[in-house]
Nanobody, 126 residues
Framework: VQLQASGGGLVQAGASLRLSCAASGRTISQYGMAWFRQAPGKEREFVAAIGWSGADTYVAGSMYGRFTISRDNERNTVTLQMNSLKPEDTAVYYC????????????????????WGQGTLVTVSS
């Protein structure tokens, strides 16, 4: 599977952005999906994950209530809606897919995810 993240950009604090991850090569309908981010000089950090059906979602504590993950299995896409952005949200955002069907595994660990997109840069100015 190939994953293409898009939607990043430069925004002011308090603004919203909507990131999209488009998958190609196979359907993602049976696979968990996730977003991670990596700020300069920092390790890759879990942002959000969603189960194959969309019924189960997980969002990291610092982003809970501001970020929402969703998926459209018919369109083979996953979306990350980010509201009330803060300068500390500045990072490259990556989407990821599980390689095993119908399981999430340890969703907040980057080692859990088998396929990664190239990332999209989000910059939030103060």
């Amino acid at each position: 599977v190939q994953l293409q993240a898009s939607g990043g950009g430069l925004v002011q604090a308090g603004a919203s952005l909507r990131l999209s991850c488009a998958a190609s090569g196979r359907t993602i309908s049976q696979y968990g999906m996730a977003w991670f981010r990596q700020a300069p000089g920092k390790e890759r950090e879990f942002v959000a994950a969603i189960g194959w059906s969309g019924a189960d979602t997980y969002v990291a504590g610092s982003m809970y209530g501001r970020f929402t993950i969703s998926r459209d299995n018919e369109r083979n896409t996953v979306t990350l809606q980010m509201n009330s952005l803060k300068p500390e949200d500045t990072a490259v955002y990556y989407c990821a897919s599980r390689g095993v069907t119908f399981t999430m595994g340890t969703y907040d660990s980057s080692a859990n995810w088998d396929f990664w997109g190239q990332g999209t840069l989000v910059t939030v100015s103060s």
